[in-house]
């Protein structure tokens, strides 16, 4: 599920998104990218035991974590 942030002056726009029961590293990235590639971008959201994770693997022992994900443009993200 996401949800938009518009842009302030201070950075660049994100979208928050809860992570749900069978999601992937690639299946997150190509819904808020459209694209599998960016799939970095968001594994470097999870906490640093995750930090191995492969861009396949379920992500079923965060369901409910809220990550703010990046326009691609700016490759900054942070757990909210």
Do not use: C, H, K
Not at 47 to 53: E, F, L
């Amino acid at each position: 599920v996401f949800s938009s942030s518009p842009p302030d002056s201070a950075g660049p726009s994100s979208s928050s998104y809860v992570i749900r029961q069978g999601d992937t590293l690639f299946g997150i990235a190509q819904r808020a990218y459209g694209d599998e590639s960016g799939w970095t971008l968001i594994a470097g959201l999870l906490p640093p035991a995750y930090a191995d994770i492969a861009p396949t693997q379920m992500l079923n022992n965060l369901v409910g974590t809220v990550i703010s994900i990046p326009s691609l443009d700016f490759g900054t993200a942070a757990l909210v």
